[in-house]
C-alpha cells in the first residue's frame, strides 16, 4: 500500500525555521515527484513547490521564494521541505503529494502537519 507521512511541524516563532519530513512507504520515491502544499484557515490548497525526479524543482509560489527548499533523501525514502524565516501568513497545514511528474494533480497524498507560527 502506498503510503506517505509528514512530520516535523509545530509552533515557531517568527524568523525562526521548520524542516518538514514526507517519508514513503510502499513505492520508491527517487521515481516520483514530490509537491508540497499548504492550506491555511479559510483559505484556498496553495502549491508551494515540487521537486521534479530529475532533482529540479518547479512549481515554487511567489509567497515563498528565497525562504523554502525542498530536497531528497533517495536512501530513506523521504523528502524534506527546509523553511526559513517563518512568517505568520505561513501558518497552514502542510501536505506532501506524489505522482510520476509535477502538475496540477497528483494521486498520492499525505495526512498533513500543522505548522504555526506566532510569537
Known amino acids: 500500500q502506498l503510503r506517505l507521512v509528514e512530520s516535523g511541524g509545530g509552533w515557531v516563532q517568527p524568523g525562526g525555521s521548520l524542516r518538514l519530513s514526507c517519508a514513503a512507504s510502499?513505492?520508491?520515491?527517487?521515481?516520483?515527484?514530490v509537491a508540497w502544499f499548504r492550506q491555511a484557515p479559510g483559505k484556498e490548497r496553495e502549491g508551494v513547490s515540487c521537486?521534479?525526479?530529475?532533482?529540479?524543482?518547479?512549481n515554487i509560489a511567489d509567497t515563498v521564494k528565497g525562504r523554502f527548499t525542498i530536497s531528497r533523501d533517495n536512501s530513506k525514502n523521504t523528502v524534506y521541505l527546509q523553511i526559513y524565516s517563518l512568517k505568520p501568513e505561513d501558518t497552514a497545514v502542510y501536505y506532501c503529494?506524489?505522482?510520476?511528474?509535477?502538475?496540477?494533480?497528483?494521486?498520492?497524498w499525505g495526512q498533513g502537519t500543522q505548522v504555526t507560527v506566532s510569537s
Open positions: 510502499g513505492f520508491t520515491f527517487e521515481y516520483y515527484a
Open positions: 503529494a506524489a505522482d510520476y511528474r509535477c502538475g496540477d494533480t497528483y494521486r498520492h
Open positions: 521537486l521534479r525526479r530529475d532533482g529540479g524543482t518547479t
